[in-house]
């Protein structure tokens, strides 16, 4: 009977709809096994390194299970039919009458209805009815039932989990090891490309388009990165590109992670690759050069007629130098026959050719071009030579051209310095060093004076050297020069260029003539007060060592062992003569100090005892007798002491001075640090007012007060905190002077000037001008009233005069009390030591004026570089000949006294022999090279006429 169509496509939608159900719960069952696949499999190319074939076979595994199990759940849904859909709606529904598959039974056709029965025969009317509600009962029921009755059976949350776990492991991988997932991914997916397998090394390699020319030899290396390279095995692979048969060659080692091997006699093409293990770098082609290949160089600069220099052949080694007009002649050997060759050259900033130069064969020899060029300017030149083929080069040979400039002469000023004073009976030695770069034409030197003019004179020797040493030395008693005059002398020199003539002349050396009681006082201004006391201990030290030698020998003679006498009295012997020869150095010393005198003359008297006793020992007989050497030996010893008893008297002396002059240090640091905050306070005043009414003028000068400022403040502060310790040394004698001090340290501290300095810094910085003028203006007036109390010898002595009564010594020492006050009143002020030609003290005014640093330029924190003194000889025991006199001293190589010059015993065994630099002396000038000592003094000329900025040519208290 006729089934409704109604019927037939509602159970033919549930059917639909489980099958688009179960196709999609295959495909993500599917998808879920083929990501877990592709990870197991992407875990065993990790883990193998498969080479291409077997990722061919891994990326058709991919695909075969994607086609099969596409397959699989396409076929699977098909058996879905509309009876299994009319069951399961039934069972749902509950019917126990099955009208839902009454109806299927009924409505199938088509491929899914089964073999018709035989026609049966004619339906009562009755059942006809029956058969008719029961369908139409059916269809009711499956119009009344949701879409989803069957479909939501099939749940699909399982393989969602599935293929949601596979993608996290896949994602987690790509989190934990990104370079990893990439990279197997692209090798598993790109079975055809070159990748290598993954592994934990990074290898790069040098180069990364290994190039060759046919049958030479190439270098390959590789850094390998990534993990470390300690106990595995490097190799280097190579297969050719006709077959896959790979060889593995051992690479060493050349630094760190760094691998190399050089292939010998590369004439075929090939791939090449590093590799540990199953682990390797890429496959890398190496391309075969059948180009020209530069083999041989020869190259000739022949230089100018003038510059007398020989022409030498030698090879291209990536620069020709030479001087303008000199010619080139380059000669080029390829592997290959050539038919030629050009250069070209380029100036450096620009591409473009400025020059060409074309190059023939060599005739007999077809692989040799050569070119000729005359050098006229610095340019980068390329070379690229052609084959009888027309082949070129791979690249092109390229090497510089540095024009050699013909410098004009250099002329280094090695002695005495740009200004040296001296006085008129003295001798100035002059020294140059005098150089060229090509040669010298001639040189001469040029002298001065006041009122006259110049004289020029040339000297002999000088044409054709390249480097020569001037040296002239002036007697200046010949010249008859007086104390005021100026004396100048400078070097003039040319060089041998006929069209660049150069001439050039030396720094000039300017002379100024002093009188012995200038040399005195500059003497005396570069003697620190530890080198005054060092003297007397030196020649303590020295008689000591001298006595002791001969206690040694009367010690040895009662011994009466005869060669213990003889090396006692050899020893002796030479103790005498080194003493003898320190006393009479002192003896002829120049008297800088009023006590020098007495000293001088003391070790006069001591010599002739010394050099009686060097007599006795080397030409008395009588030696060989233990007794008699005995006594002679307490006779000699005996001869020593009255002048011994003297020098302990002038030694004691000189201590005690050396304590007085120690305090009187602080009193001339004290009056520095007072005229610099009255200057400081003055002018900060000054500037206040005038940033009041709107003058802006001198506000740039701000900033420098406030370093003044604070580097008085540094000043102040140290002198609070040496003074004690020094004022505990001083002797009974100077009991007066102690309790002076005492009140003025006392002030110090009750007022707490150095706070108000540094509270006027503060301020300064804040912007704060007017308070910072108060706090300023304060502290220079508590300091007057401190360092102006009466009957106070400290007080004196702050304000530049040197108190009587102070200490046990007489007139002498009273004087050379004064002495040291004077010039420690200077050094503290920057005065003395780096006074120029035309200076009146002040810090940095004319010549070569080196102040001291801080403020007025202080002793303590000064850094002074002293001008040549010249003049009578005086042992400088603290430094080097230029810290002191450069006089000779009797011819015996100890001309200026410099420590250095020292007898072996004092150098090596006296303490005391070599005491620190002169507060504010500074470094020696000794220890720079010769040659860059000139440029060392102008540095810090340079540098102290800076920061000078205005100083006052009296006090210097504007030096830095």
């Given at each position: ?47 193998l390194g498969f080479e291409n074939q077997g990722r061919t076979v891994l990326a058709l595994l991919l695909a075969g299970a994607v086609v099969v199990g596409l397959g699989v759940v396409f076929w699977r849904s098909r058996r879905f039919t509309i009876g299994e859909a009319a069951q399961r709606l039934d069972a749902v529904t509950g019917d126990p009458r099955g009208l839902a598959s ?373 007697q200046l008693t010949n010249l008859g020069v007086s104390p005021g005059q100026t004396l100048e002398f400078l070097l003039e020199a040319r060089d041998r260029n006929p069209s660049l003539m150069g001439v050039s002349s030396s720094t000039p050396v300017k002379v100024k003539i002093i009188s012995e009681e200038e040399y005195a006082e500059q003497i005396r201004v570069r003697t620190s ?117 003297k020098l302990d008297e002038q030694k004691e002396m000189a201590d005690e001075f050396a304590k007085i002059a120690a305090v009187a240090e602080m009193g001339a640091e004290l009056q520095a640090i007072h005229q610099e905050q009255r200057e400081v306070s003055e002018t900060l005043a000054r500037i206040a007012e005038e940033l009041a009414v709107g003058m802006t003028n001198n506000r ?261």
């Amino acid at each position: 009977m006729d089934v409704p169509q109604e019927l037939r496509e509602t159970l033919a939608h549930f059917r639909d709809r489980v099958r688009a159900r179960l196709r999609l719960r295959g495909t993500l069952a599917l998808a879920a096994a083929w990501v877990a696949l592709a990870i197991v499999l992407g875990l065993l190319d990790a883990w193998l390194g498969f080479e291409n074939q077997g990722r061919t076979v891994l990326a058709l595994l991919l695909a075969g299970a994607v086609v099969v199990g596409l397959g699989v759940v396409f076929w699977r849904s098909r058996r879905f039919t509309i009876g299994e859909a009319a069951q399961r709606l039934d069972a749902v529904t509950g019917d126990p009458r099955g009208l839902a598959s009454i109806g299927s039974d009924l409505a199938v056709e088509g491929p899914e209805a089964p073999p018709s029965p035989p026609a049966p025969p004619a339906l009562p009317t009755l059942e006809t009815y029956l058969t008719r509600r029961a369908l139409a009962e059916s269809l009711a029921r499956l119009r009344a039932l949701p879409e989803d009755t069957l479909t939501s059976r099939i749940h699909l949350r399982p393989v969602w989990m599935l293929l949601g776990v596979a993608l996290a492991a896949v994602i987690g991988l790509a989190i934990w090891q990104p370079r990893a997932t990439s990279l197997i991914a692209q090798r598993l997916f790109q079975p055809g490309r070159e990748l290598p397998p993954y592994s934990r090394y990074v290898f790069d390699l040098d180069p990364s388009q290994p190039r060759v020319i046919y049958g030479k030899a190439l270098t390959l290396a590789a850094e390998i990165t990534g993990a470390p390279v300690e106990g595995v095995e490097v190799h280097l692979l190579t297969r050719s590109a006709r077959n896959a048969q790979v060889d593995r060659l051992p690479v060493f080692r050349e630094a760190g992670q760094r691998f190399a091997q050089k292939l010998e006699g590369v004439t075929t093409p090939l791939e090449v690759a590093f590799a540990i293990g199953r682990a390797r770098s890429a496959w890398v082609p190496v391309e075969i050069l059948w180009q020209p290949q530069l083999e041989r160089s020869e190259v000739t600069v022949t230089p100018p007629r003038y510059a007398g220099r020989k022409t030498v052949p030698g090879t291209l080694t990536g620069e020709i130098q030479g001087l303008r007009g000199s010619e080139v002649h380059l000669r080029l050997s390829s592997n290959r026959p050539l038919s030629g060759g050009l250069l070209e050259a380029r100036v450096e900033g620009n591409n473009e050719v400025v020059e060409k130069v074309d190059g023939t064969p060599l005739r007999g020899d077809p692989r040799t071009v050569e070119f000729r060029w005359t050098i006229s300017r610095d340019c980068r030149w390329t070379v690229d030579l052609r084959d009888i083929r027309g082949t070129r080069m791979a690249e092109p040979v390229r090497f510089l051209q540095r024009l050699v400039p013909d410098e004009k002469p250099a002329i280094d000023l090695l002695a005495p310095g740009p200004f040296a004073m001296a006085t008129p009976s003295s001798a100035v030695k002059l020294q140059w060093q005098v150089s060229d770069d090509i040669g010298l034409d001639r040189a001469s030197w040029v002298r001065t004076a006041d009122g006259f003019r110049d004289r020029a004179t040339a000297l002999p020797g000088v044409g054709g050297e390249r480097s020569v040493e001037v040296q002239r030395e002036i007697q200046l008693t010949n010249l008859g020069v007086s104390p005021g005059q100026t004396l100048e002398f400078l070097l003039e020199a040319r060089d041998r260029n006929p069209s660049l003539m150069g001439v050039s002349s030396s720094t000039p050396v300017k002379v100024k003539i002093i009188s012995e009681e200038e040399y005195a006082e500059q003497i005396r201004v570069r003697t620190s007060i530890e080198e005054f006391a060092a003297r007397y201990q030196v020649l303590r030290d020295t008689l000591d060592a001298a006595a002791k030698a001969l206690d040694e020998l009367a010690e040895a003679a009662r011994s009466g062992d005869r060669q213990k006498i003889e090396a006692a009295r050899q020893r002796a012997l030479n103790k005498q003569k080194q003493a003898a020869q320190w006393f009479g150095d002192f003896a002829d010393d120049f008297p800088a100090f009023a006590t020098d005198k007495e000293l001088s003359e003391l070790s006069g008297d001591l010599q002739e005892e010394l050099e009686k006793n060097a007599k006795d020992l080397e030409g008395q007989s009588g030696w060989e007798n233990p007794a008699k050497a005995e006594e002679l030996a307490k006779q000699m010893r005996e001869r020593l002491r009255a002048g011994s008893d003297k020098l302990d008297e002038q030694k004691e002396m000189a201590d005690e001075f050396a304590k007085i002059a120690a305090v009187a240090e602080m009193g001339a640091e004290l009056q520095a640090i007072h005229q610099e905050q009255r200057e400081v306070s003055e002018t900060l005043a000054r500037i206040a007012e005038e940033l009041a009414v709107g003058m802006t003028n001198n506000r740039h000068k701000v900033g420098e007060l406030r370093q003044r400022q604070l580097r008085n403040e540094e000043r102040l502060r140290e002198v609070e905190e040496k003074l004690p310790e020094r004022l505990a040394q001083l002797p009974e004698s100077a009991a007066k002077l102690k309790e002076g001090a005492e009140k003025v340290l006392e002030g110090l501290k009750n007022f707490d000037v150095a706070k108000q300095m540094g509270d006027a810094v503060t301020k300064i910085g804040k912007g704060d001008l007017l308070g910072a003028s108060n706090d300023s203006l304060l502290a220079r007036g508590n300091l007057d009233q401190i360092l102006g109390q009466p009957d106070n010898p400290f007080c004196d002595m702050c304000q530049g005069n040197m108190p009587g009564g102070m200490g046990s010594g007489g007139a002498g020492q009273q004087e050379a009390l004064a002495q040291m006050m004077g010039a420690l009143k200077r050094r503290a002020q920057g005065q003395g030591q780096g006074q120029g030609p035309d200076s009146k003290g002040g810090t940095g005014e004319g010549g070569q004026g080196f102040g001291a640093k801080g403020g007025s330029g202080s002793s303590m924190a000064g850094t002074q570089l002293p001008v040549p003194l010249i003049g009578p000889p005086r042992l400088q025991l603290n430094g080097p000949k230029s810290l002191g006199s450069t006089g000779d001293k009797s011819g015996d190589g100890r001309a200026g006294g410099s420590a250095t010059s020292q007898p072996e015993t004092a150098s090596n065994t006296l303490p005391g022999a070599t005491v620190p630099n002169a507060k504010g002396s500074g470094p020696s000038l000794d220890e720079v090279p010769m040659k860059y000592r000139e440029a060392v003094k102008n540095y810090f000329s340079r540098e102290g006429e800076a920061k000078a900025d205005g100083a006052s040519g009296g006090s210097g208290a504007g030096g830095k």
